[in-house]
């Protein structure tokens, strides 16, 4: 099983992201919090699709569709799905070009951010455990 790797994997990058003080005090701790988001929920996201995979039969490729079998296979509440889905749209914003202002919008969310990627993480860890 690939999953308990890729949950642990997981679970060290939500850390690196836990370690950041939120919200951050200066320009480079909000900068650092938004890269380690951006690992974090690749590396969640990732997680999820090898456990829906592995213990659901569910094979998905890319992080919404991911996030909403999540939410039919009550790993998500469909509150947590649609802050899941707003937290993609955040990630591809971070990616595609650096933008002060969306920067320091994505930073006022990090608290929730951070909040429901351990939630999801340690739904998926009990599912793989179950499994």
């Known amino acids: 099983m690939e999953a308990p790797q890729r949950l642990s994997t997981a679970d060290k990058a939500l850390q690196t992201l836990e370690a950041i003080p939120l919200p951050p005090r200066s320009d480079i701790e909000r900068d650092a919090a938004i890269q380690r988001f951006e690992y974090t929920f690749e590396v969640v996201w990732k997680a999820a699709a090898v456990v829906l995979r592995e213990v659901y039969g569910i094979k998905q490729a890319s992080p919404k569709p991911i996030i909403r079998a999540c939410r039919e296979n009550g790993l998500l509440s469909a509150e947590e799905a649609t802050l899941a889905l707003?937290?993609?749209?955040?990630?591809?914003?971070?990616?595609?070009?650096?933008?002060?202002?969306?920067?320091?919008?994505?930073?006022?969310?990090?608290?929730?951010?951070?909040?429901?990627?351990?939630?999801?993480?340690?739904?998926?860890?009990?599912?793989?455990?179950?499994?």
């Open 86 to 131: 707003q937290m993609t749209d955040h990630r591809n914003l971070t990616s595609h070009t650096y933008n002060p202002e969306v920067a320091e919008l994505i930073a006022a969310y990090l608290p929730l951010y951070r909040g429901l990627l351990r939630t999801w993480l340690s739904r998926l860890q009990k599912a793989a455990e179950s499994a």
